[in-house]
RNA sequence: GCAGACGUAGUUCAACUGGAUAGAAUAUCGGAUUUCGGCUCCGAGGGUUGAGGGUUCGAAUCCUUCCGUCUGUACCA
């Protein structure tokens, strides 16, 4: 038991004994103590005046006496109106350290025995990622870590959107403009080809609405009948009559994008345990609509269209199964959401999608709760805001997408002019400073991404991204670099790490403790940001971790300290800092450099 | 039209879920350092939390009415 367990206990027994009130555990919790005041941990009494039976600054005097007497971590108490403000005892500080510092398990939380699945990235097979699946796939990578961290078990899953017109369109383009060009031979990454036709598709298909339109067609018209629209579409129904020609085709062009996103998932650093695929999932579901039919939870309507009634539920009446019996997109997510359970047995199911599909999500829920699925509850869709730059929106049509590979290399490129500046990596060999530029260039975009609330709608500023003074992921590698000096210099003039080397420390400098505060909060930031499937959390928590390290590096002598109870208490705070950095970073997909 | 989300220093974001004088970063201005790393630290200015009303001891947060921005509302995926 720490001792804000005992200091929660005490509180309750003051309440015991001082106005007989039975206070549970539950409701009872501290906050950090605003830095304007004394003290570490705040009360907050105004919830409890009516047990008290007491004005607001009464309650909390007795309340902070009985604790000065009884529970030894409190060392003093001030009020402020309704604040009991308790000052900690810096023994206990130091106890509170010792603890967090012989943690074998630091920044992983016991099991809990729960399964869940977290299916992000999901892309399209016509063309490359941009800025918007780089949000998508940081986060889920990072959602996924956060849960493992808090004790779940977890299955990162990809469902590839590999079939369909969109599809279709790349691989007509193909045929007519391609002239057998290959990733080899045109220098281009595979998914990069693949949008290079889907694109193609696109202007001529432009071209002919436009000749449709001037030989006197409405422009409605022209887009349903222009010749390459129709080629497109007949594909699709060779496609789906496993036509040889065609699937033949639908088979090379995927190969070539797969090896072009197994590139570009290596670089952004995500992985995956399942890779699900449309093509193999887009029939599923139709038993369900059954199912649903004979519960009673879908109905009929005269053409045989089945339909769901959620108005009860504040929502519309939805198609779940078209008229002539094929599916519709939700079809195959209820079929889909039935297979993850059957191959995983989860309890849980995250979808990283974005919120312009939260209508859509909502009423696959409801449907699948409706219907008394086991993992009904633990569906839930973590749904994130778009990503605006400062030009605009982006539109793929209009070309101001921002291309995935493109930015990494960019990020990647800028992180080496701005370290070759500073001069500081002598001594590093090639691919040392290869491998350093990667890091910096891929912490400064991803903690660009993760840093902001998921559901907040946010902007991309490509200066502000790669800048690395303030909030930026590089501040925080920095802050990692610079402790793994002082521990390389440590351990070279044998400084004793055991807690026993400090074991009699009784005074503390103030940044001191409120580090050791920080650190110790560790473990439940972590728990926070996988509850609220928030990487922004965590992100927040580090970076104010790395501020107020650098703030007692500041003001406070390590090599210089005369004290060696002292120097080594300093020196393993800094061991613990730099090794919750490295844990926290890792858990939003970034790693740390030993040197920079 | 209807439904939902959002609106906080010049800018980008926080605010531990209803708690204290709304905090950081950045930009601007001023200062520090015989130290183990000047990508560091300290300080200053900058706010009617879109507007009004309500609930509460207490509201950026909850309710309500406006205003603004965005998304969704397909027998598309």
């Given at each position: 038991m720490n001792f804000q367990d005992s200091i929660l206990k005490g509180i309750q027994d003051a309440f015991a004994s001082s106005f007989q009130a039975t206070i549970p555990l539950e409701q009872l919790s501290l906050a950090p103590t605003k830095?304007?005041?004394?003290?570490s941990y705040t009360f907050v009494v105004f919830p409890f005046l009516k047990q008290s039976q007491l004005g607001p600054e009464a309650t909390a005097t007795q309340l902070g006496t009985y604790l000065k007497t009884?529970?030894?971590?409190?060392k003093d108490f001030n009020v402020v109106k309704g604040f009991l403000n308790l000052v900690v005892a810096q023994e206990e500080w130091i106890q509170l350290f010792k603890q967090v510092y012989s943690s074998?398990?630091?920044g992983q939380l016991p099991s809990n025995g729960q399964k869940v699945m977290v299916e992000y990235s999901?892309?399209?097979?016509n063309k490359p990622l941009h800025l918007g699946h780089l949000r998508n796939n940081f986060l889920g990578y990072s959602v996924a870590e956060l849960l493992k961290a808090s004790g779940y078990e977890v299955v990162k899953a990809n469902l590839v959107n590999d079939r369909g017109i969109h599809i279709c369109k790349s691989m007509v383009a193909y045929e007519h403009f391609?002239?057998?060009?290959t990733p080899a031979s045109s220098g281009l990454k595979g998914d990069h080809l693949a949008g290079k036709y889907y694109v193609l598709f696109d202007s001529h298909y432009k071209a002919q609405q436009k000749g449709l339109m001037e030989g006197g067609q409405s422009e409605e018209d022209a887009k349903k009948n222009a010749p390459l629209l129709l080629e497109a579409q007949e594909m699709l129904r060779k496609w789906e009559d496993q036509d040889p020609e065609v699937i033949g085709l639908w088979n090379k062009m995927n190969g070539w994008v797969y090896e072009g996103f197994a590139a570009t998932y290596k670089r952004m650093g995500v992985d995956f345990d399942v890779t699900y695929y449309e093509s193999n999932t887009?029939?599923?579901g139709k038993d369900i609509v059954e199912e649903g039919l004979s519960k009673g939870v879908f109905f009929k309507k005269e053409n045989g269209s089945v339909w769901v009634d959620l108005t009860e539920e504040g929502l519309d009446e939805k198609?779940?199964?078209?008229?002539?019996g094929t599916s519709v997109y939700i079809t195959q997510d209820m079929g889909t959401a039935d297979l993850k359970y059957q191959d995983h047995q989860i309890n849980k199911s995250v979808y990283v999608v974005g919120n312009e599909q939260d209508y859509h999500f909502d009423v696959l829920f409801k449907i699948m709760r409706k219907l008394g699925r086991s993992y009904g509850p633990g569906l839930y869709h973590l749904s994130y805001g778009m990503v605006d730059l400062p030009t605009g929106k982006m539109k793929s049509r209009e070309g101001t997408v921002v291309d995935a590979d493109e930015l990494m290399e960019e990020m990647v490129a800028t992180a080496a002019h701005h370290t070759k500046e500073l001069?500081?990596?002598?001594?590093?060999t090639e691919a040392q400073a290869t491998e350093l530029y990667e890091m910096l260039g891929m912490g400064a975009l991803k903690y660009f991404l993760l840093k902001?609330?998921?559901k907040k709608r946010m902007l991309f500023n490509p200066q502000e991204s790669i800048?690395?003074?303030?909030?930026t992921g590089p501040f925080i590698q920095y802050s990692h670099a610079r402790i793994a000096a002082i521990l390389r210099k440590a351990e070279q003039i044998g400084v004793n790490l055991s807690?026993?080397?400090?074991?009699?420390?009784?005074e503390l400098a103030e940044t001191e403790s409120a580090l050791i505060q920080l650190l110790n909060d560790f473990e439940r930031k972590i728990k926070m940001a996988a509850e609220e499937y928030s990487p922004a959390i965590l992100a927040q928590y580090l970076f104010d971790l790395a501020k107020e390290y650098n703030r007692f590096y500041a003001e406070l002598p390590i090599f210089h300290e005369k004290d060696s109870q002292l120097q080594s208490f300093r020196v393993a705070l800094s061991l613990q800092t730099a090794k919750t950095i490295k844990r926290g970073m890792s858990l939003i997909g970034i790693q740390v450099p030993e040197r920079m």
């Open positions: 830095k304007e005041f004394e003290g009884n529970v030894a971590a409190v074998a398990t630091l999901s892309p399209n097979t391609g002239n057998e060009e887009y029939l599923l198609l779940v199964l078209r008229g002539d001069g500081k990596i002598e001594g590093f902001v609330d998921p800048e690395f003074q303030g909030n807690a026993d080397s400090f074991a009699n420390l009784s």
